[in-house]
């Protein structure tokens, strides 16, 4: 098993529903996740940082964490055509060297 | 907004020379990050530095090699370019337990 592991995708929804994404990690990782957004051909963009269990809101995303069941989603309300990307989910290594663990991304595609 | 360049943007060179690519860094982060990555394709960590004089290989197995003399300078060099070398390279920097902030990269291509 992979210490991060996302769907591909692509994921489509239609302008203004919500987007799930969706991340599973393994024990290899320690409790501090972070969401990039990559537009193609460009590089990784921070979105969001989550380290507590529970849901953390910023304007229209909102990252939920639940350790129990060691996954991690991200939730995009009001999706627009500009938020097609590929979206990367990390995680710390738990062995130090403040590592990130990266899965392979999610692309989603906004239609509208 | 993170502070971290990276030169050149692009660089198109023939195969054998030696190229370095440039990674500089204005946040005072002690720790600098090398990463690959194929259009398309995941970001794979080649090389990364937790302070200066301290260099370490990453996951994936690369032919560059790196130096962190300064804290806010982490290069790569190849010292003989071969067309497998055709990738996205990205430089990221970071202090403990924070996230990463990445540059634009340089797109390389070797003809």
């Known amino acids: 098993q992979k210490e991060v592991e996302q769907n591909s995708g692509p994921l489509s929804v239609p302008e203004g529903a919500i987007a799930s994404l969706n991340c599973t990690y393994s024990?290899?990782?320690?409790?501090?996740f972070f969401w990039y957004r990559q537009y193609s051909g460009k590089s990784p963009e921070l979105i969001m940082s989550?380290?507590?269990?529970g849901d953390k809101e910023d304007g229209r995303f909102t990252a939920q964490l639940n350790k129990a069941s060691q996954y991690v989603s991200l939730l995009i309300r009001d999706s627009q055509p500009s938020d097609s990307a590929t979206y990367l989910c990390?995680?710390?290594?738990?062995?130090?060297?403040?590592?990130?663990?990266f899965g392979a991304g999610t692309r989603l595609a906004v239609h509208p | 907004e993170a502070d971290i360049y990276q030169t050149p943007r692009y660089l198109v060179i023939g195969t054998g020379k030696k190229i370095t690519l440039e990674c500089s860094q204005t946040?005072?982060?002690?720790?600098m990050y090398w990463y690959q990555q194929d259009p398309g394709m995941e970001l794979h960590l080649i090389h990364y530095?937790?302070?200066?004089?301290?260099?370490e290989k990453g996951d994936l197995s690369s032919e560059s090699t790196v130096s962190r003399i300064r804290t806010e300078h982490f290069p790569l060099t190849l010292e003989s370019a071969r067309p497998s070398h055709t990738s996205q390279y990205l430089c990221?920097?970071?202090?403990?337990?924070?996230?990463?902030?990445f540059g634009d990269g340089t797109r390389l291509s070797i003809l």
């Open positions: 990221a920097s970071s202090v403990s337990n924070q996230p990463q902030h």
């Open positions: 946040m005072g982060h002690d720790k």
């Open positions: 024990d290899r990782v320690s409790q501090s």
């Open positions: 990390a995680a710390l290594f738990s062995g130090g060297y403040n590592k990130l663990i």
């Open positions: 989550i380290y507590s269990n």
């Open positions: 530095s937790y302070g200066v004089n301290s260099t």
